[in-house]
C-alpha cells in the first residue's frame, strides 16, 4: 500500500513541477509591460526555474540537494509560482495550488 501512495506521490510531483513551471509563464504572459518585456519574461522564467530544479533538485542530478535544502529549495519555488499566481489574479488556483504542494512535499518528505 506504501509503494502504490509513493507512486501516486511522485506523478502528481511531476504534475505539480510541471504546474510550476506553467504558472512561471503564464505571468510573464499576464505581465502589463511592453511586448518584449512579455516574451523575456514568457520565456526567461520557466527556463531559468527549469535549470535550477534541474540542477538542484532533479533526481539524477550530480548537484542534488541533500533531503531538507531540496525541500527548502522545492517549497521556494512553488511558493514563488504561487505568489505570481495569485498577483495574476488567480487566487482560488493559487489556493488549490498551495494546498497540493504543501501535501505532496509532506508526502515526499516523509516517504
Known amino acids: 500500500m506504501?509503494?502504490?501512495i509513493k507512486?501516486?506521490?511522485?506523478a502528481a510531483a511531476f504534475f505539480l513541477e510541471t504546474a510550476m513551471i506553467i504558472s512561471f509563464g503564464y505571468f510573464g504572459y499576464?505581465?502589463?509591460q511592453?511586448?518584449?518585456m512579455k516574451y523575456v519574461l514568457m520565456i526567461g522564467f520557466p527556463l531559468i526555474a527549469t535549470i535550477l530544479w534541474g540542477f538542484l533538485?532533479?533526481?539524477k542530478s550530480k548537484y542534488r540537494l541533500q533531503k531538507i535544502p531540496r525541500t527548502i529549495f522545492a517549497l521556494t519555488l512553488f511558493g514563488a509560482a504561487i505568489f505570481l499566481?495569485?498577483?495574476t489574479g488567480k487566487t482560488l488556483l493559487a489556493a488549490v495550488f498551495a494546498i497540493l504542494v504543501v501535501i505532496n512535499q509532506l508526502l515526499l518528505f516523509i516517504l
Open 34 to 36: 511592453t511586448m518584449l
Open 57 to 59: 533538485a532533479a533526481p
Open 7 to 10: 507512486l501516486v506521490n511522485l
Open 2 to 4: 506504501i509503494q502504490i
Open 85 to 87: 499566481l495569485n498577483s
Open 30 to 32: 499576464q505581465y502589463p
